[in-house]
């Protein structure tokens, strides 16, 4: 189907040629994958999807909002999300314990239960360690991993299991933030251990990733839903090897650009918004490599809900996963 729609036109034809795109950078065995997240997609029930990107298409990492994240955590630890009833005021549901999400419902209760699931996690870690996010995102899949059934899937077990770091460059801005922020607070007043949090270790660890595999030979990849810090975060990584060429005398046999890139998002081009910018406009600063030069890039503007899933089941036919 998505190879004929790649043949129509508007939105249809981009959501064809997006699966070409996917397709390629699956294929492509010299080829370092990464997939960035933003918008509400576990709470939309996107979760399944992430995990066939790590297991059935070979991501090397993942690089999302901290919510999001959060929303598929409180997924695989039981809890469950609801349909909006018609008729109920958002007021209503506040006193209810209701988060509304668009059209669904987390629960508070979901909320408490998934601080409380980090908090058993993290209190049985070294209190004088100093954390990133992905090494946060790697003990709580290891936990999933050996508590959920075999059979079950969510995120973060199958990033642990293929050992595909999760990043979350603003974590603070999350329930899990807020539960960190908390337990730093009990800290300060005397009821609880310390705990120390540095945001470079993740950029250090993604830096030290891509570099290796632009030093392999290895083409870059990004498959982008929506927009926000995760987005530009994993594409300003040619910047600033760029930067530390020019400002540090540092010699690298290749720009790390992007050769193949993939993004559906409803963000509009005209304000000039970050999350709206084209891959045309990234080839300006070095993140994205033209199509004069051998990219291949595709954008869909569509609500990730409808493409992505179709998107990916015609690649894992075509892959025969």
Same mark, same amino acid.
Not at 258 to 270: E, G, K
């Given at each position: 189907?998505?190879?004929a729609?790649?043949?129509?036109?508007?939105?249809?034809?981009?959501?064809?040629?997006?699966a070409? $795109?996917?397709?390629?950078?699956?294929?492509?065995?010299?080829?370092f994958?990464?997939?960035?997240?933003?918008?509400?997609?576990?709470?939309?029930?996107?979760?399944?999807?992430i995990?066939?990107?790590?297991d059935c298409?070979?991501?090397?990492?993942? $690089?999302?909002?901290?919510?999001?994240?959060?929303?598929?955590?409180?997924?695989?630890?039981?809890?469950r999300?609801?349909?909006?009833?018609?008729?109920?005021?958002?007021?209503?549901?506040?006193?209810?314990?209701?988060?509304?999400?668009?059209?669904?419902?987390e629960?508070?209760?979901?909320?408490?239960q998934?601080?409380?699931f980090?908090?058993?996690?993290l209190?049985?870690?070294?209190?004088?360690?100093?954390?990133?996010?992905?090494?946060?995102?790697?003990?709580?899949?290891?936990?999933?991993?050996?508590?959920?059934?075999?059979?079950?899937?969510?995120?973060?077990?199958?990033?642990?299991?293929?050992?595909?770091?999760?990043?979350?460059?603003?974590l603070?801005?999350?329930?899990?933030?807020?539960?960190?922020?908390?337990?730093?607070?009990?800290?300060?007043?005397?009821?609880?251990?310390?705990?120390?949090?540095?945001p470079?270790?993740?950029?250090?660890? @993604?830096?030290?990733?891509?570099?290796?595999?632009?030093?392999?030979?290895?083409k870059?990849?990004?498959?982008?839903?929506?927009?926000?810090v995760?987005?530009?975060?994993?594409?300003?990584?040619?910047? @600033?090897l760029?930067?530390?060429?020019?400002?540090?005398?540092?010699?690298y046999?290749?720009?790390?650009?992007?050769?193949?890139a993939?993004?559906?998002?409803?963000?509009l $081009?005209?304000?000039g918004?970050?999350?709206?910018?084209?891959?045309?406009?990234g $080839?300006?600063?070095?993140?994205?490599?033209?199509?004069?030069?051998?990219?291949?890039?595709?954008?869909?503007?569509?609500?990730?809900?409808?493409?992505?899933?179709?998107?990916?089941?015609?690649?894992?036919?075509?892959?025969?996963?």
């Amino acid at each position: 189907m998505l190879q004929a729609m790649s043949q129509t036109s508007f939105q249809g034809r981009k959501t064809g040629e997006a699966a070409d $795109v996917l397709e390629a950078m699956v294929k492509d065995d010299n080829c370092f994958k990464v997939l960035t997240l933003a918008g509400a997609m576990t709470v939309a029930q996107m979760g399944l999807v992430i995990c066939d990107f790590i297991d059935c298409f070979g991501f090397d990492c993942l $690089v999302s909002t901290g919510a999001l994240m959060l929303h598929g955590l409180n997924q695989s630890i039981g809890g469950r999300h609801y349909k909006v009833p018609h008729g109920v005021s958002d007021r209503i549901l506040y006193h209810s314990g209701f988060n509304r999400v668009y059209d669904t419902l987390e629960l508070e209760e979901n909320m408490d239960q998934g601080e409380e699931f980090l908090q058993k996690v993290l209190n049985n870690t070294d209190p004088e360690k100093i954390w990133s996010s992905f090494e946060i995102c790697t003990i709580l899949g290891e936990h999933l991993a050996s508590t959920m059934p075999a059979d079950s899937r969510s995120p973060f077990k199958s990033a642990f299991q293929r050992d595909v770091p999760i990043f979350i460059p603003a974590l603070s801005d999350s329930e899990i933030g807020l539960d960190i922020g908390l337990r730093r607070h009990e800290h300060r007043l005397g009821q609880g251990p310390p705990f120390s949090y540095n945001p470079f270790l993740d950029w250090e660890k @993604y830096v030290e990733m891509v570099e290796s595999a632009v030093e392999q030979g290895k083409k870059l990849a990004i498959f982008t839903i929506g927009g926000g810090v995760p987005r530009n975060w994993a594409q300003q990584v040619g910047p @600033y090897l760029d930067i530390r060429g020019a400002r540090l005398g540092e010699e690298y046999g290749a720009f790390a650009r992007f050769h193949y890139a993939v993004r559906i998002s409803t963000a509009l $081009v005209q304000d000039g918004g970050l999350s709206g910018c084209t891959y045309e406009e990234g $080839v300006s600063w070095g993140k994205i490599v033209p199509p004069e030069e051998g990219g291949m890039t595709a954008e869909v503007f569509c609500d990730a809900t409808i493409a992505w899933p179709l998107i990916t089941k015609a690649v894992m036919e075509r892959i025969g996963a």
